[in-house]
């Protein structure tokens, strides 16, 4: 699998990694022992980046990545904090640092976290210049070997790159969520941060295995967040609505390239986007583990098709996402 360096922490990685949200919870039930299968298969198959967060079943996802971590060096592993708390940003402070860091750390089993990020916190807090001084700290004490943010808007993220020692920015990319190319990208790259694309595949739209007949688990956040009710919407389905989403997955499917599947073609697109770093597709079994990863494999896609999934974004998708994230 190619690697390429994530950003400020100077860590190579393989260019698809994991998203384990799936393996803590919101997407169905996952076994434990097919939470560690779905590990063990990405792994076998080049992953070398996986990114998890305290709140994803309660610390269960980071415990089970911990587990597989132990046996599999080479990995770097990214975890997130911030989510356990009500979001103000007066809960953004050293000491609250220090405990979820402490719980993330045990969870985890380790000494110091390869990346933690900040995970989707009120704006203000990108902008606080003690919770940087904060992350700062945490990194001297070596608790933390580099600290990045995960964001929902591209102001957001264009203010987190502007600080001196933010080393990666996680940030929602894919073919139903350009605005990022437009200026985020660019602004990375010029600093050197790194750029983490996450719900690549549009909470599994861009799959192109859904039709008007799929349902979901009620424990699944594609059935209880659909209008935003338990987080920020944009976070299901990229914000898109499942009709409109659908629509356009039929209007890609032509450009797939021969061999390759819809959910491959999805996330080959964000690898030829200029300055990202990683990719984390989520699985919740072997199988889409293997399946995602071998998306490195594809050839860059051609310039046509590049520009016929603008098309597509223009008349269906941008009207609904552009101007909200």
Known sequence: MEHRILGRTGREVGVIGLGAWQLGADWGEVSEDEALATLSAAA????????????????????????????????????????????????????????WNERSRQNLGVDTIDLVQLHCPPTPVYSTDAVFDA??????EEKIAAYGVSVETCEEALTAIA?????????????????????????????????IARVPLASGLLSGR???????????????????????????????DFATGLEAVRR??????????TAQFALRWILDQEGVSVVIPGARNPAQAAANAAAAGLAPLPAATLEAVDEVYDELIRPQVHDRW
């Not at 998890?52 to 309660?58: F, I, L, M």
């Not at 599999?72 to 997130?80: F, M, N, Q, S, Y």
């Not at 890609?252 to 599947?261: I, W």
């Open 252 to 261: 890609l499917a032509p450009l797939v390239p021969e061999g390759a599947t």
């Open 44 to 99: 076998d198959a080049g992953v070398t980046f996986i990114d998890t967060a305290d709140v994803y079943g309660d610390g269960r996802s980071e415990q089970l990545v911990g587990r597989f971590a132990k046996g599999r060096p080479g990995l770097t592993v990214a975890t997130k904090m911030g989510r356990r708390m009500e979001q103000i940003p007066a809960n953004y402070v050293m000491s609250n640092f220090r405990a």
């Open 163 to 195: 600080r001196p020692n933010v080393a990666s920015v996680q940030i929602i990319l894919n073919a139903f969520r350009l605005k990022p190319l437009e200026r985020v990208l660019p602004a990375a790259r010029e600093a050197g941060v790194g750029i």
């Open 210 to 240: 859904y039709d008007e007949h799929t349902t979901f688990a009620p424990d699944d956040h594609r059935t209880f967040n659909r209008h935003g009710e338990a987080f920020d919407v944009g976070e299901t389905f990229s914000g898109v």
């Open 135 to 140: 992350l700062d700290t945490l990194v001297a």
